[in-house]
């Protein structure tokens, strides 16, 4: 048995589909039992659980071989790292009372700096507290830059552009979040190895081939508007995202940029199995062409 969290998500899904289209006995992670209503209907077991609950987490663990948990995002919590550290808490007293073998946390490119990498400092103290557990062995996967982040972007293509924070050649390095659940999934049926493992995922992605790939999809290149990095908080804030939320944004932005966040030497490596241009697809298919405003 598996245990899966974060399946009304991306990659937690994808990591449960993986692992029953496979024949795995699974268990989702749900808050409101009617989400798990249709994975019940796959076959999969549902336990009805806060993630910051450690004993209601707990029940769910038990008996299992390993479990994929991840941080989910929470713009509207007024100290984020405040927040986070509760669910670290509940995820590893849960881990401890269940002795559950194996802890498969979604961490990120660049966690191995405690700090300069905005929103990536959050999973940084995830994998310091999921390290040494007695009972528990933890994986921590490190994805690079989702290539989906694209998508907050697209709504310039109406006017034929794509505006970036990220230089036109920089080679960003970028991951699916498929590809995501599916080497989470990959890592539960390969059990744990040494506490502490570190697995990064992705490829390097340019702006300049992302406005390339738009143009194969839609027949019209955008044009790529690279602005400054330091103008992403003020652009933030005016879209409505929370001041101290936005600053996060940014200093990550420029921590890439400056090379602060990059991948780690000597770590298990493995490349993006999916393109960006097969991610835009997706995108674009969702919303619909690019139409020029009148």
Known sequence: MYVISGVTGHTGKVAAETLLSRGEAVRVVVREAAKGAAWAARGAEVAVADLGDAEALARAFAGAKGAYVLLPPNLAAPDVFGWQAGLLAAFRAAAEAAALPHLVFLSSIGASQPSGTGPIVGVHRGEQALRGLSRTRATFL??????????????????????TFFPPEFPLPSAATRDIGALGATLLLEGPTE????????????????????GRITGRRPALV???????????????VPPPVAALFQEMTTGFIAGRIAWEPGRRHVPSQTSIEEVLRGLLSQAGPPRAQS
């Open 142 to 163: 490190r994805p690079g830059y989702f290539h989906e982040n694209v998508a907050a972007s697209l709504g310039s293509l109406a006017e034929g552009k794509l505006v």
């Open 195 to 214: 506490d502490g493992a570190v697995v990064e995922l992705g490829s390097p992605v340019t702006p300049n081939e992302t406005a390339d790939a738009i």
């Open 226 to 240: 690279a602005l400054p990095a330091t103008e992403q908080a003020a652009t933030l804030r005016g879209l409505g």
